[in-house]
């Protein structure tokens, strides 16, 4: 007997039930020796999430901080394989990463996830899944003249010329971070010093 999607999904819901292992939040953060987050970078495609969100990943790690990256690309070779580039795709890719940066955040790691995800609607939504006091919103607010010169993976030039559909920045919308925690521009400064002004902006919350 088939279920259509939603229909499975109540079905399925009715016979899951949490399960607690006995130990909290609280015991992984003692046991790790700091706070655990996500980090959200959003910004236009090559206006330097991933290459800052790696940075600050090495330089995190070198300080024995327990962190994990999730980018993009990774998880849509992975997990998020069966979703395309509609909204209705985009959505439902958000909210996949938001439920995972929730585990990870439960389990005393300090995420930083970097994706696009243009639409305020999401991110806000990721931001409920997480928790608003687990969520810093990081945007990347480099000009879309900028990302396209630099154009890393050819993106931008498949879109102009009709090959990439629904690209955000040309032919979809990218919606700004009404009032993001943090807000840095890749333009004119050095990776390592975007990183090192991050590390610095976060640093009192991995140990307050």
Request: hydrophobic share 35%; glycine share 6%.
């Amino acid at each position: 007997m088939a279920f259509n999607q939603m229909g499975d999904r109540r079905y399925k819901m009715k016979n899951v039930f949490e399960q607690s292992v006995g130990i909290n939040y609280q015991q992984r953060k003692e046991l790790k020796g700091h706070n655990s987050f996500v980090l959200w970078f959003t910004g236009l495609s090559g206006s330097g999430k991933s290459t800052l969100a790696e940075s600050l990943t090495k330089k995190l790690y070198l300080e024995k901080i327990h962190c994990y990256m999730l980018d993009g690309d990774n998880v849509r070779l992975g997990i998020n394989s069966d979703l395309d580039f509609s909204e209705i795709g985009r959505k439902e890719n958000i909210r996949r990463i938001a439920e995972i940066s929730k585990l990870f955040v439960d389990s005393g790691e300090v995420v930083l996830s970097s994706f696009v995800s243009p639409y305020l609607e999401d991110r806000e939504n990721a931001k409920q899944i997480i928790g608003k006091e687990n969520f810093v919103e990081v945007f990347v607010n480099t000009p879309l003249e900028v990302c396209e010169r630099r154009d890393v993976k050819g993106l931008y030039k498949k879109a102009r010329s009709g090959v990439i559909l629904n690209f955000t920045g040309i032919t979809d919308p990218y919606e700004v971070p009404q009032n993001p925690e943090i807000e840095i521009n890749t333009d004119n400064k050095s990776i390592e010093y975007c990183t090192e002004i991050l590390y610095r902006l976060i640093k009192e919350k991995l140990y307050k």
